[in-house]
């Protein structure tokens, strides 16, 4: 089965270093993640908060692990290029400061681990965004998680995704929700079992070869997701299994609805007009920079929905997933806007 440990405490945080050993060797400022360097310099409106390369080191014991079994080390948020060691030793380099990014480390672990990070947010022609108005905050300012998984396992090196997608389709009453999932080194004796829920209660279920990872299921007399008025979603879960016993699972909520954008009468959702009033969502806060907790996330949503918003611009990047499935949860409209006008 899938284990996550989360790597939160006991994080040394180093300014400078000339490499990977050098800000192991150094004794630094102790943090806890999320963190970021610039979260009083990059709120003062100066623009000259520190940009440059920093370091995060820690320390983690190897998992206990079953044979064939594989470890990842798992980055939500790291901004805004990343180079990876462990042990002293390259193992990732990444660019880019708001997607989700894993490293394999199975091959390279050794009893206990020396994990440093460095991140660099200087100035650069290369990666985007490139302007903007908006801090570029260095850090590892959102969760980073050790995931040991058996060797049969949903894929962890998809584009930082679940290894799951849900793509509903509502045709009249009903809906056609394709389930699909991305599954690593699968056998012939390996199988899938699919579910879709209604609150608690199952409405379709089906158990096919792990080669069949992309499913079909009918909802009928479907219930919409119909925005703030009745934000309804449903579950789908998947569990990958192997003679009866469990060595992965995925799920994911999911709500069934149309919509068209029309450039006389708006916004139409489930075939009706839905004017959109709404805020653009940064994310960050006085003398925390980006590195929310799911607290501040929480309370940013419940400040929108108190003004009475019914849509929120997600400007300019990535955010949180937890923002998304907020959104979903609160019947938000998410305006997901990836970059701005200056790229």
């Known amino acids: 089965m899938r284990n996550v440990m989360e790597l939160k405490d006991n994080w040394m945080f180093v300014k400078e270093a000339e490499n990977a050993a050098d800000a192991a060797s150094k004794k630094g400022t102790a943090v806890s993640l999320p963190h970021t360097w610039n979260a009083v310099d990059g709120q003062d409106g100066g623009n000259d908060y520190h940009r440059g ?5 820690t320390k983690f014991q190897k998992p206990e692990l079953e044979a064939g079994s594989q470890v990842y080390v798992e980055f939500l948020g790291a901004s805004v290029i990343a180079d990876v060691y462990l042990n002293g030793e390259a193992v990732a380099h990444h660019e880019g400061g708001y997607s989700t990014f894993r490293v394999n480390l199975t091959d390279k672990l050794q009893e206990e681990n020396v994990l440093a990070v460095a991140l660099n947010n200087a100035d650069n022609n290369y990666v985007y965004p490139q302007k903007a108005d908006f801090t570029f905050y260095g850090g590892l300012y959102r969760d980073v998680n050790v995931i040991s998984v058996p060797e049969t396992h949903f894929d962890l090196d998809y584009y930082g995704t679940h290894g799951i997608a849900v793509t509903p389709i509502v045709e009249g009453a009903n809906a056609s929700v394709e389930v699909e999932v991305f599954v690593t080194d699968a056998t012939e004796e390996d199988t899938l079992e699919y579910v879709i829920k ?10 096919v070869s792990a080669n069949e990872t992309k499913v079909t299921f009918e909802i009928e007399n479907v219930h919409l997701w119909n925005g703030r008025k009745d934000p309804h ?3 789908a879960e998947v569990t990958l299994k192997r003679n009866d016993t469990v060595l992965d699972e995925r799920s994911t909520r999911f709500g069934c609805r149309t919509f068209v954008i029309d450039p006389e009468k708006g916004f139409i959702l489930n075939g009706e007009r839905y004017p959109l009033h709404g805020v653009s969502r940064h994310q ?8 929310l ?14 003004m009475g918003a019914n849509t929120i611009r997600l400007a300019h990047y990535q955010h949180d997933q937890y923002i998304y499935d907020l959104c979903d949860e609160t019947g938000l409209v998410a305006n997901v806007k990836a970059t701005d006008d200056n790229g």
Request: with cysteine.
């Open 198 to 207: 209604n609150g608690d209660e199952v409405i379709a279920t089906k158990s």
């Open 284 to 291: 960050d806060r006085p003398h925390i920079g980006n590195a």
């Open 53 to 57: 390369t920093c370091w995060y080191v």
């Open 293 to 306: 907790t799911h607290k501040e996330h929480k309370e940013d949503i419940e400040l929108i929905l108190e």
């Open 233 to 235: 979603l449903y579950t």
